[in-house]
């Protein structure tokens, strides 16, 4: 398997444009994270989804910021408009159940998206 | 909520030397601790996990210890290499997907 694969890996845009970022999960993964990084918060849970369905969005820091997913191999996080303070590396992630009482298991991470909004 | 406190923030170790990295989480219920490595411009990737049914575990020259009570976990690399070099990231969960990350360690392994 390719891993997960996002796009753009770079954007630069001005503020007040759009912007959509793309991810494709590993192929038979139920679980689908997006994670912002940033130098002085580190890494924060944005939104996740199990079997395309959100779980919890309280992450998402306002409602400029929307997440889809319209199916299990395919998913956007939308921000707009866009701002300066939204400049960070955006990591999409997957996962697969790991049964049993604990749904917990190993995160495998895309390259990332940079985005910097002038 | 949930808070994972990491420290240090950087740490430099001669190659060989042993590096320790320290995390406390503040949620007594949960249950799983992963740590997860980023090389300069990578993604991040899971190197040890452990679940609050065990105290230590080990692979290789890694490993990582749990006290519950404390609600502290740490990180030792022994033998340091200079492909250590890297931010490593502790993390703390209650038994679901919304893992907390603390803010991150860069190590730097000097030859």
């Known amino acids: 398997d390719a891993g997960v694969i996002q796009s753009p890996r770079h954007e630069v845009t001005e503020m007040g444009q759009e912007v959509t970022l793309r991810c494709k999960p590993i192929s038979g993964h139920d679980y689908l994270f997006w994670y912002r990084q940033t130098m002085m918060r580190g890494l924060e849970l944005l939104i996740y989804?199990?079997?395309?369905?959100?779980?919890?969005d309280s992450g998402m820091p306002e409602d400029r910021f929307s997440a889809k997913m319209p199916n299990a191999s395919f998913s956007t996080l939308k921000i707009q408009p866009s701002e300066p303070r939204d400049s960070a590396v955006y990591f999409c992630?997957?996962?697969?159940?790991?049964?049993?009482?604990?749904?917990?298991?190993?995160?495998?991470f895309g390259e990332g998206s940079r985005l910097t909004v002038l | 909520g949930e808070n994972v406190e990491q420290h240090p923030s950087t740490l430099s170790v001669q190659e060989g030397d042993s590096a320790v990295i320290k995390c406390t989480y503040s949620?007594?219920?949960?249950?799983?601790f992963p740590w997860y490595k980023q090389e300069l411009g990578k993604r991040p990737q899971l190197i040890i996990d452990?679940?609050?049914?065990?105290g230590e575990k080990k692979d290789q020259r890694i490993a990582v210890t749990l006290n519950k009570t404390a609600k502290h976990f740490s990180l030792h690399i022994t033998e340091t290499q200079p492909e250590d070099s890297a931010v490593y990231f502790c993390a703390a969960s209650r038994g679901t997907y919304k893992y907390i990350f603390g803010t991150g360690t860069r190590l730097k392994v000097l030859a």
């Open positions: 989804f199990n079997n395309n369905v959100p779980i919890d």
């Open positions: 452990i679940r609050s049914n065990v």
């Open positions: 949620d007594s219920a949960s249950n799983y």
């Open positions: 992630a997957s996962s697969r159940t790991s049964g049993g009482v604990q749904n917990t298991g190993e995160l495998f």
